[in-house]
């Protein structure tokens, strides 16, 4: 496909460029040098190639023979030195992040000799397998065999004993803490690895009071959907609503990863765009349309304060945030363009998180629902009932963008996702807004909140029967590679049926 063809798709601008650029050397070259398949002058000399290509456009288009060409073809360029810039940029942005993402633990003693750590919490611990509890710590000090005690600092993943884990989920994020144990080391292309294995805990510090607050505020939630009030639906209310999942029953989420639907659990777009859904209701017609994208944005950011910093929600809040720029005029609306500037953002201000699987396939299901979903919406028009067929275009755009990343990471696509999630998502969404409505009538009129809890507990049961019978359906075993190639040649399947049904419409106009 010829680029202006592609631009008549994909409107090719600077920003998509740059994070083109930065996606690049952030997954590929990076990774490439670390691993010492890529030398330091062959990472340099590709960051410096389209710096000669941007030097070849601004000589071309100063050439005479340049004005005698197409005027499409001029315009396009004319705007070539401008995108090579900024996929250069975003090249640089992207080896800049990589190498930020690279954490260097210094231990101050040999790491074998390592017997007890010291450091704050950066993270809400999380109950895992077996109900120990896991957490990431910034070090402060290490102490060694026969009481050796060294200044250290970076960041490693600590792993707390079942008996200790009530404790300190109570004092949450921002505690300093002492441990003893055995430390771990696994090598990757993005460095080494560390993992604590605790066996006690000491707390030396709590949190700063604002820190406080808001661990109290989480408990406090958790306390009010305890399984005594809520009948089981709790735990899914409270892993919807704030993203803790350490109540949440372990059968319904094995139904929903065989159902293709884990991605209903995560807090994402979904979730904010429900919560976004409620604030323009209540705010829209008393404030107007700019006041209440404001005051929207400062709650969405309160929000993302209370949760933590989940990728996939800090993707949709500065979204949202730059979607409220738009809206006081300050951006274009365009929603490839606003992804483009959150990956930016992001990718800049916390490398790391780039890593993790929940940040790829945020950005990657989106990429796909604007693209691919996009054009499938024209394509399936008139053949799917049009109240399936947003929902529908959504479903198939996200899972064709992300299903060699599904397959690499967990060996198994579950195509039947697509179909259950039509029906599962919506009812998310109705059960997200009627939990919340529980809340409040539980903390006004805690009497009446039962009656609400009624019809909580029958969507409950609907979306663990669905996702049920979704997850008889076996996942399909394949080679990454092999639904990379698929998935690419159903792309340009799609974009070549598009291309089609908009030549013959072209065609039909005259005679309209």
Request: with cysteine; aromatic share 10%.
């Amino acid at each position: 496909m010829s680029c202006r063809k592609l631009d008549a798709y994909i409107k090719i601008t600077p920003v998509l460029c740059a994070a083109c650029g930065a996606a690049l050397a952030y997954y590929c070259l990076f990774p490439l040098y670390r691993s010492g398949f890529m030398s330091i002058n062959a990472l340099l000399v590709s960051a410096f190639v389209p710096a000669a290509a941007l030097c070849f456009f601004w000589v071309l288009v100063s050439l005479p023979v340049f004005i005698s060409i197409e005027p499409r073809a001029e315009r396009l360029l004319r705007l070539a030195p401008l995108r090579i810039m900024a996929f250069a940029a975003g090249l640089a942005l992207g080896i800049g992040a990589g190498t930020m993402a690279v954490q260097k633990v210094v231990f101050g003693i040999p790491q074998d000799t390592v017997r007890g750590i010291s450091g704050v919490l950066l993270d809400d611990p999380r109950i895992i397998s077996g109900g120990r509890a896991m957490t990431t710590i910034s070090l402060r000090m290490v102490m060694g065999s026969g009481g050796v005690r060294a200044t250290a600092h970076g960041e490693i993943t600590v792993f707390f004993p079942e008996e200790n884990a009530a404790r300190l989920k109570e004092f949450g994020r921002g505690t300093e803490v002492f441990a003893d144990g055995y430390l771990r080391s696994n090598t990757g292309n993005f460095g080494s690895a560390y993992t604590f294995s605790a066996e006690n805990l000491h707390i030396t510090k709590t949190a700063p009071p604002f820190e406080r607050f808001r661990t109290n505020l989480r408990l406090g939630l958790v306390q009010r959907f305890a399984n005594g009030k809520t009948d089981g639906w709790g735990g899914l209310a409270i892993a919807l609503l704030v993203g803790i999942r350490d109540n949440l029953d372990t059968e319904l989420v094995s139904l929903y990863r065989d159902a293709g639907c884990s991605y209903i659990l995560a807090l994402s777009g979904m979730h904010l765009a429900v919560l976004i859904g409620l604030i323009s209701f209540l705010l829209k017609k008393p404030l107007g349309l700019r006041p209440a994208a404001i005051t929207g944005a400062l709650i969405i950011i309160a929000y993302c304060f209370i949760v933590g910093p989940l990728p996939s929600l800090i993707r949709s809040a500065l979204m949202y945030i730059l979607g409220v720029l738009a809206v006081l005029g300050m951006l274009k609306r365009d929603a490839l363009a606003l992804l483009c500037m959150a990956f930016l953002i992001q990718l800049l201000a916390t490398p790391q998180a780039g890593l993790s699987l929940s940040f790829i396939l945020s950005y990657t299901a989106l990429l796909g629902i604007l693209i691919i979903g996009v054009v499938l919406n024209e394509l399936l028009k008139g053949f799917v009932p049009p109240f399936l067929l947003q929902s529908l275009n959504i479903s198939l755009g996200a899972f064709i963008a992300t299903a060699a990343i599904t397959t690499w990471f967990f060996g198994v696509l579950r195509p039947v996702g697509i179909v259950a999630g039509l029906i599962i998502a919506p009812l998310t969404t109705v059960f997200m807004i009627g939990s919340m409505a529980w809340l409040a009538l539980d903390s006004m009129l805690p009497v009446l909140s039962p009656v609400l809890g009624k019809p909580l507990s029958l969507l409950y049961w609907l979306m663990e029967k669905t996702a049920q019978l979704a997850a008889y359906i076996p996942g399909i075993k394949a080679n990454p590679m092999l639904i990379v190639s698929l998935s690419l040649l159903l792309v340009v399947l799609i974009l070549w049926l598009d291309y089609r049904r908009r030549l013959v419409n072209n065609r039909l106009e005259p005679f309209a």
